[in-house]
């Protein structure tokens, strides 16, 4: 069934999760069902380490919850390293989070897809394409792509690879690899550009005219204020830290203009659960001040 509307959510659990004794991720999906909020993903940023049991367990909660689920696999992936121990512990790392994503029913693997390191910016590319080339190949092989999307994210630094261009141009690889937007990154790497409907518009447009119109509809998205400098990203901020961009109402604007249902995860620091209904709160107000 087609979905019409945006799905708010976010990474990890807030400072406010723990803080209320929480202790396990099992609990997220209730916690956030409180909140109103329909999305959550689960980071396996330091490694893949759930059991079976685990993996039921959330999935389980996921559903009595109506929660989305998508896991964020390691950060140790660089798809653009010529070591070939890196290059197949990359192929790993993305397999143990297809895999566990398989297990617990989310719809969704992202990745960072790596450095240039001293490498060209053209040969990085190539080695990156390579590479996720012969990751979904294995991934095909076991089944792994037949419910679960993998998504290379946009990044934030000059040295990482990960520019929206070369985001989708690794999509390109598979119609199972889809673009995950962090559009806090895609703000620092461009020097704080991202200010009006119209800069957020045109990336949009773009997935579209590249990807397809269903790539648009249910982009995967991260938000956050970020901090930046000359050398893009320093780390990602919330709305409590005022003077950080970029906004989420021209953002949210786009998204009611074009009748767009994307899955929004919000990354603020420490935060992200807040200020994900915070989020939702500005998009639900915008669709009915344009009477959409």
């Known amino acids: 069934m087609a979905r019409h509307f945006p799905l708010f959510g976010c990474g990890g659990n807030s400072d406010s999760f723990y803080a209320a004794g929480h202790k396990s991720s099992l609990a997220a999906c209730e916690y956030l069902y409180g909140l109103g909020l329909s999305a959550y993903e689960y980071e396996c940023t330091h490694g893949v380490r759930l059991s079976d049991a685990f993996c ?21 992936i660089n798809l653009a390293s010529e070591d070939e121990g890196i290059r197949q512990k990359s192929i790993l790392h ?18 960072h897809p790596g450095t240039q390191g001293e490498l060209k910016r053209e040969q990085a590319m190539a080695n990156a394409l ?15 792509l ?3 999307l993998l998504c290379p994210e946009t990044m934030g ?22 673009p995950t937007v962090d559009f806090a990154h895609i703000h620092a790497l461009e020097g704080g550009k991202l200010q009006t409907s119209r800069d957020f518009e045109r ?45 989420f109402e021209p ?36 669709r009915q001040e344009m009477q959409v």
């Open 157 to 178: 630094k000059p040295g990482q690879l990960g520019t929206l261009g070369e985001v989708l141009q690794l999509c390109e690889v598979s119609d199972r690899v889809r």
């Open 94 to 111: 993305i397999l143990k989070a297809l895999r566990a994503a398989e297990k617990m029913d989310a719809g969704r693997v992202v990745f």
């Open 56 to 76: 039921a367990s959330l999935a389980k909660n996921a559903h009595d919850y109506a929660i989305s689920l998508s896991v964020h696999a390691p950060y140790y």
């Open 203 to 247: 990336i949009l447009l773009k997935i579209q005219h590249r990807l397809g119109e269903e790539a648009a509809h249910y982009l995967h998205i991260h938000f956050s204020p970020i901090e930046f400098g000359r050398l893009g990203e320093r780390r990602h901020r919330c709305l409590l830290d005022k003077g950080f961009g970029p906004d």
């Open 251 to 286: 953002l949210a604007e786009v998204l009611v203009e074009y009748r767009l249902a994307p899955t929004i995860i919000c990354e603020s620091a420490g935060r992200q659960a807040e200020d994900a209904v915070v989020f939702q709160s500005i998009y639900e107000s915008m």
């Open 146 to 148: 037949d419910t679960v």
């Open 130 to 144: 390579a590479l996720l080339e012969e990751a979904v190949f294995q991934a095909e092989r076991e089944g792994l």
